[in-house]
């Protein structure tokens, strides 16, 4: 909180593939990437569909996302603190043709 809007939370910056988007303290990076209205950030091995938020919980994988040069990390449960560089993850199946 600060001092200048005491009870409002702390906005914060991070970036997904380059661009800024907005946030506040507390939110985890599904949460923020959301309210920026994004519902994908990660493409399937198969057939390159898109992912976001499914269950929300933790539970499965679709929301991973790169934090930080960290791979494979589960969107909805990380915090996002400000200046965090997130990448979309598009992973094609081993040996297949690109």
Do not use: K, Y
């Not at 910056?13 to 994908?40: C, H, N």
């Not at 499965?60 to 993850?89: H, I, K, M, P, W």
């Amino acid at each position: 909180m600060t001092p200048e809007s005491p009870g409002a939370p702390d906005p914060l910056t991070i970036t997904l593939d380059g661009e800024p988007v907005a946030g506040t303290a507390g939110q985890t990076v599904a949460g923020i990437l959301l309210a920026a209205r994004r519902r994908s950030w990660r493409t399937t091995s198969v057939d390159a569909a898109p992912r976001g938020v499914f269950c929300g919980i933790g539970v499965c994988f679709d929301c991973l996302v790169t934090v930080n040069g960290d791979r494979d990390v589960r969107a909805c449960l990380r915090r996002a603190a400000d200046g965090d560089v997130v990448e979309s993850q598009h992973d094609p199946l081993p040996g297949a043709a690109s």
